[in-house]
């Protein structure tokens, strides 16, 4: 197996909520693209581009995932939790209704901003959003409401792990030094956003993989070129390599704790 960093290749997925606009990221496209997914054993990383609001739903334990936000149009706003807390009766009531849509906490966003969503956490994302989320690898989400939409609802499933409650909001970041900031750091995985505007000589952990998603800028990494969207393993116990950003790169790392 090498030891060298290597692009991992993208899916693609269609979604109704999805955008046609994927630039700088991705080639634009004729399909309504919701979800670009690296799937990377214990962690998946995914890019998210909507234009309208997505599903309200829950995550059971073994899904506990962030946002990083790359894009939002002025108005933008995801949902993190409930204003009140609430009966696990009255949120089935409001589920049913649609009285929902009010009960949840919109948070405005913009560019950079960070959020942690543990599991059982009702959520939702709104429109006019690129995100850049990195989860568990567990494919499993509950529907609360949909809006109208025609498909299946979870609400037993969803209940039964729902936290009817508010949510701490934005996670705020912490200053490394050196171009280095701490995102998230959860028993689950660690997120550091890395800005270099000089060639960094990158040395890979020698006990677990690196991953590191370009979000902005452009130059080489170990002597590959890399662009916004591509996402790079790096394996345990590889030599140093450089990366070399073409004026400024910016890269999100994520690894196991």
Same mark, same amino acid.
């Given at each position: 197996?090498?030891?060298?960093?290597?692009?991992? *290749?993208?899916?693609?997925?269609e979604?109704?909520?999805g955008?046609?606009?994927?630039? #700088?990221?991705?080639?634009?496209?004729?399909?309504?693209?919701?979800?670009?997914?690296?799937p990377?054993?214990?962690? &998946?990383?995914?890019f998210?581009? @909507? /234009?309208?609001?997505?599903?309200?739903?829950?995550?059971? #334990?073994?899904?506990t *995932?962030?946002?990083?936000?790359?894009?939002?149009?002025p108005?933008?706003?995801?949902?993190?939790?409930?204003? +009140?807390?609430?009966?696990?009766?009255?949120l089935? +009531?409001?589920?049913?209704?649609?009285?929902? %849509?009010q009960m949840?906490?919109?948070?405005?966003?913009?560019?950079?901003d960070?959020?942690?969503? =543990?599991?059982? @956490?009702?959520?939702?994302?709104?429109?006019? &959003?690129?995100?850049? %989320?990195?989860?568990?690898?567990?494919?499993?989400?509950y529907?609360?409401?949909?809006?109208?939409?025609?498909?299946?609802?979870h609400?037993?499933?969803?209940?039964?792990v729902?936290?009817?409650?508010?949510?701490?909001?934005? /996670?705020? #970041?912490?200053e &490394?030094?050196?171009?280095?900031?701490?995102?998230?750091?959860? +028993?689950f995985?660690? @997120?550091?956003?890395?800005?270099l505007?000089?060639p960094?000589?990158y040395q =890979?952990?020698?006990?677990r993989?690196?991953l590191?998603?370009?979000?902005?800028?452009s130059?080489?990494l170990a002597?590959?070129?890399?662009?916004?969207?591509?996402?790079?393993?790096? =394996?345990?116990g590889? %030599? #140093?390599?450089?990366?070399?950003?073409?004026?400024?790169?910016?890269l999100l790392? /994520?690894h196991?704790?």
């Amino acid at each position: 197996m090498s030891l060298r960093p290597a692009r991992l *290749e993208p899916s693609f997925v269609e979604k109704i909520w999805g955008s046609r606009r994927l630039e #700088p990221w991705f080639r634009d496209s004729e399909r309504s693209i919701g979800e670009v997914w690296f799937p990377a054993e214990e962690i &998946l990383v995914k890019f998210l581009f @909507t /234009t309208d609001r997505l599903s309200v739903q829950v995550h059971p #334990p073994g899904k506990t *995932e962030m946002w990083y936000v790359l894009r939002a149009e002025p108005g933008a706003a995801i949902a993190l939790g409930l204003k +009140e807390p609430v009966s696990k009766e009255r949120l089935r +009531e409001a589920a049913l209704s649609g009285e929902i %849509e009010q009960m949840l906490a919109w948070l405005p966003v913009a560019p950079g901003d960070v959020m942690l969503n =543990p599991p059982g @956490t009702v959520h939702a994302l709104g429109a006019g &959003l690129v995100l850049c %989320e990195i989860q568990q690898n567990y494919p499993v989400t509950y529907r609360l409401y949909d809006y109208g939409r025609p498909r299946r609802l979870h609400l037993e499933e969803a209940m039964a792990v729902a936290r009817a409650e508010p949510h701490p909001g934005k /996670t705020a #970041p912490v200053e &490394l030094g050196d171009g280095v900031t701490r995102l998230v750091e959860c +028993e689950f995985f660690v @997120t550091d956003r890395l800005r270099l505007d000089a060639p960094r000589r990158y040395q =890979p952990d020698p006990q677990r993989y690196h991953l590191l998603i370009v979000t902005e800028g452009s130059g080489t990494l170990a002597g590959e070129p890399v662009a916004p969207g591509e996402l790079w393993r790096v =394996p345990a116990g590889g %030599e #140093p390599f450089e990366i070399r950003p073409a004026g400024s790169l910016e890269l999100l790392r /994520t690894h196991l704790p």
